[in-house]
């Protein structure tokens, strides 16, 4: 989908392997590691990626930090910590918007063209795949139309196909409304 002067794609896949300049980390509060596709990354990107989140001490839900790809493919690292669900009323929706907003004015920052995207706090922290779709999407989109020459492209890389049925209609959506 071509979205003003960005090419927005979903794709089903490991997000280790992308080679956007950046790919965003689904990370928790410490920055310091853990399972999912947090621990793969860390694990593809080798133990230098640690040292360098070991300087930057946290980072707050709903926010993003930038480190250096090391052994990935991606030259940046952005992470981000998504909300835990905990049924929806302690703010978990805008949250996540955050996580997506401030990952993408990071990487409009750092003048980086390609971001890739897992699908944040949909695994461990629960949050439900579809209202999850639905919001990434509409944060993408969001930064789209308030910077329409900012990427050339957004990719969403999502674990199976379920989840990338779900991503791909939230973006279809978002793409047509905004046409
Ligand atoms: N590539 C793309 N997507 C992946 C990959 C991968 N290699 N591996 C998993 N996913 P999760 P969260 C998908 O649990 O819910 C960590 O321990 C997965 O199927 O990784 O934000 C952190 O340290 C799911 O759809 O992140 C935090 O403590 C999505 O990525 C906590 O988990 C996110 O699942 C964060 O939980």
């Known amino acids: 989908m071509i979205v003003g002067a960005t090419r927005w794609e979903v794709v089903t896949g490991d997000i280790t392997r992308s080679t956007t300049d950046a790919i965003v980390n689904a990370a928790n509060n410490s920055l310091l590691g853990g ?3 947090d621990g793969a990354i860390h694990r593809a990107a080798g133990p230098d990626l640690l040292a360098e989140c ?3 001490g946290g ?3 709903g926010e993003a930090r930038i480190t250096r790809g090391y052994d990935l493919p991606a030259r940046y690292v952005i992470h981000t910590v998504g909300p835990v669900w905990s049924g929806g009323g ?3 929706r805008d949250l996540l918007a955050g996580c997506y907003a401030h990952s993408l004015s ?16 949909t ?5 439900p795949k579809d209202q999850a779709a639905r919001i990434a999407a509409s944060a993408v ?8 020459d900012a990427f050339d492209l957004i990719r969403f890389v999502c674990f199976d196909e379920a989840a990338t049925a779900l991503f791909d209609a939230a973006v279809r959506d978002v793409a047509c409304t905004d046409q």
Not at 106 to 121: E, G, K, N, T
Not at 123 to 127: A, I, K, M, R, W
Not at 141 to 148: E, F, I, Q, S, V
């Open 35 to 37: 399972g999912g596709v």
């Open 54 to 56: 070991r300087t930057i």
């Open 123 to 127: 695994g461990v922290y629960g949050f």
């Open 59 to 61: 980072c707050p839900t």
């Open 141 to 148: 989109g969001a930064a789209l139309r308030r910077d329409p």
């Open 106 to 121: 990071l990487a409009r920052h750092h003048a980086l063209r390609s971001i890739a995207f897992p699908a944040i706090s």
């Open 90 to 92: 302690r703010g978990e």
